[in-house]
């Protein structure tokens, strides 16, 4: 049996067609699985984000002064800015942070630092931290006239 040119053309018109159907099948299941990943991602970073916790200014009293006390059930990743600005000759402060981990009643401190007189860089950033259950952050200013200290944190969930 010989086929001629017009069946041929069918034929390969009839193959064109069902490639093309697989093609546009394939294409919108990967269409669907690309939206699906895009809005899990945006859902994930949605719940990354840091947001605003508190802000506001401390003024020191020459005790241990709580900038920030702060608790959850769910791990959490905390960061913030404290301003050294007001600082001058004279002046001495002390910044503690401490952290509560899950089986922990009381915080401990994780990290403490002097500061004396005026400050060149004086903007000082709590590094963001994954925490457990708990963070307390405080100044004592231990020398010089007593200053106010502009601060924020910032709160969001663990990755």
Do not use: C
Not at 83 to 111: H, Y
């Amino acid at each position: 049996m010989e086929i001629g040119g017009h069946e041929v053309d069918i034929m390969l018109t009839s193959m064109n067609l069902i490639i093309l159907a697989y093609m546009m099948s394939w294409l919108q299941k990967t269409l669907t699985t690309i939206q699906t990943q895009q809005s899990e991602i945006k859902e994930l970073q949605e719940d990354l984000k840091l947001k605003p916790l508190k802000s506001g200014v401390l003024t020191a009293t020459g005790g241990e002064d709580v900038v920030l006390e702060y608790t959850d059930s769910e791990p959490f990743k905390i960061q913030g800015w404290i301003n050294l600005k007001n600082m001058a000759a004279g002046d001495v402060v002390v910044i503690t942070q401490r952290f509560t981990l899950q089986n922990d009643t009381e915080p401990s401190i994780f990290a403490q630092r002097t500061y004396k007189d005026a400050q060149s860089q004086p903007l000082i950033h709590i590094t963001p931290r994954e925490i457990l259950k708990g963070v307390k952050v405080t100044i004592q200013q231990t020398s010089g006239t007593f200053k106010s200290f502009p601060y924020e944190f910032y709160v969001g969930k663990a990755s």
